[in-house]
């Protein structure tokens, strides 16, 4: 099956700083890969993806950035601020649809100090 | 994206009792999953729920420890038996729309002592 390993498990960065959080995939069908940020108490959002026919994606200051030949995928935050401040997980899928179930990483606690 | 709506939202049960864990969505979706996410720890798939079938379990879960219900295309119940204080966790709902990803109910947070 399907094994997402993701790094760092912390990070703490300077409020206006960058932050990137990376992950690796194994299974080379998997086309799908969701990004989501959970804060404390609630469930998991998702906060940009991307599909395995692109490169790169950007939401304003986040952007999603794939190596499908190296198998592996990072989160990028600029110009972060303390709101910033969560765990994030990274999730492959084998389809681009939305009836296959998500392998997640392990986690990234997100910490930005003002 | 869909909305989901998740009941309860969180409970302190009794060891040896059970916790049945409601999902309702805006939309008919063809699957819901349920996820465990224990104390500080990543997201694992439980299940996978399918209306007008049994539901299809991942390795380690079982139904008889976990049963689901799937009664038609927007609600889904997960069931927590014979409760343990290992079983304390949070308990996660999710269906995936095309185009749009896969949403997250807020989740039900379970103490068992």
């Known amino acids: 099956g399907e094994n997402v390993e993701q790094h760092p498990s912390t990070l703490s960065v300077q409020e206006g700083d960058s932050a990137v959080i990376k992950c690796t995939y194994s299974d080379s069908a998997s086309n799908y890969f969701p990004w989501y940020k959970q804060e404390l108490g609630k469930g998991p959002q998702l906060i940009i993806d991307?599909?395995?026919?692109?490169g790169e994606k950007k939401d304003q200051r986040i952007a999603v950035t794939l190596n499908k030949t190296a198998k592996h995928f990072s989160l990028h935050i600029t110009e972060t601020q303390p709101e910033d401040s969560a765990v994030y997980f990274c999730?492959?899928?084998?389809?681009?649809?939305?009836?296959?179930?998500?392998?997640f990483g392990k986690g990234t606690l997100l910490t930005v100090n003002p | 994206s869909a909305v989901i709506s998740q009941k309860p939202s969180r409970d302190i049960c009794q060891r040896g009792t059970s916790l049945t864990i409601q999902c309702q969505v805006d939309?008919?979706?063809?699957?819901m999953f349920w996820y465990r996410q224990q104390p500080g720890q990543s997201l694992t798939l439980i299940a996978t729920?399918?209306?007008?079938?049994?539901?299809?379990?991942e390795s380690g879960f079982v139904i008889d420890k976990f049963p689901i219900s799937r009664p038609n295309l927007t609600f889904s119940t997960l069931t927590v038996s014979n409760m343990s204080p290992e079983d304390s966790s949070i308990y996660l709902c999710?269906?995936?729309?095309?185009?749009?990803?896969?949403?997250f109910g807020s989740g039900t947070r379970l103490t068992v002592v």
């Open positions: 991307i599909r395995s026919n692109v």
């Open positions: 999710s269906v995936g729309v095309a185009d749009y990803g896969y949403t």
């Open positions: 729920a399918n209306q007008g079938s049994e539901a299809t379990y």
């Open positions: 999730a492959a899928s084998a389809s681009g649809g939305s009836n296959y179930k998500l392998t």
């Open positions: 939309s008919q979706v063809t699957m």
